[in-house]
């Protein structure tokens, strides 16, 4: 640890230029998976009809609750499915996951095919504690 140190105080120029680039390559890598709403950003660009909902949770969780209008993407089908969002090139495609964290991974994937990506922040579970309705 001691030796750390002392690399650390000796190098403290290489060190925060290495952290200044970790710190860019995540905020970077965060952008790419689309902007992140709120519950109300995601309501209003529903009720308007400027946005595409896709739930990329598997199809069990899908059924036992999802935002009315949603279709359901699974995660591991999207390559394969992405066809079926081609009507959505001209709106916003939001992705919704069960906690938030998953939707990155695919907004970076519809990025790459030309998407205008955006995610629910907090996923379904920010949905719920928000007591906003789903369907069955």
Same mark, same amino acid.
């Given at each position: ?6 690399? #650390? ?12 680039? @970790? /710190?860019?390559? %995540? @905020? ?10 709120? %519950?109300?950003? @995601? ?10 909902? $896709?739930? =990329?949770?598997?199809?069990?969780? /899908?059924?036992? &609750?999802? =935002?009315?209008?949603? =279709?359901? =993407? ?9 066809? !079926? ?5 001209? +709106?916003? %495609?939001?992705? #919704?996951?069960?906690?938030?964290? *998953?939707?990155? &991974? ?10 205008? #990506?955006?995610?629910? +922040? &907090? &996923?379904?579970? !920010?949905?719920?504690? *928000?007591?906003?309705? $789903? @369907?069955?």
């Amino acid at each position: 640890m001691a030796d750390f140190l002392v690399f #650390v105080s000796a190098q403290w120029l290489l060190v925060s230029l290495f952290l200044a680039l @970790v /710190y860019l390559f %995540v @905020v970077l890598e965060h952008f790419k998976a689309g902007k992140q709403l709120s %519950v109300h950003d @995601v309501t209003r660009l529903l009720n308007d009809g400027e946005a595409l909902l $896709v739930d =990329i949770r598997d199809a069990k969780e /899908y059924q036992s &609750g999802h =935002i009315n209008q949603a =279709i359901n =993407i699974p995660l591991a089908q999207l390559d394969a499915r992405m066809a !079926e969002l081609e009507s959505a090139r001209d +709106r916003s %495609v939001i992705l #919704v996951d069960k906690l938030g964290q *998953q939707a990155a &991974g695919a907004g970076r994937t519809l990025r790459r095919a030309g998407f205008k #990506v955006q995610r629910l +922040r &907090g &996923g379904m579970a !920010e949905w719920r504690g *928000q007591s906003l309705p $789903v @369907v069955s």
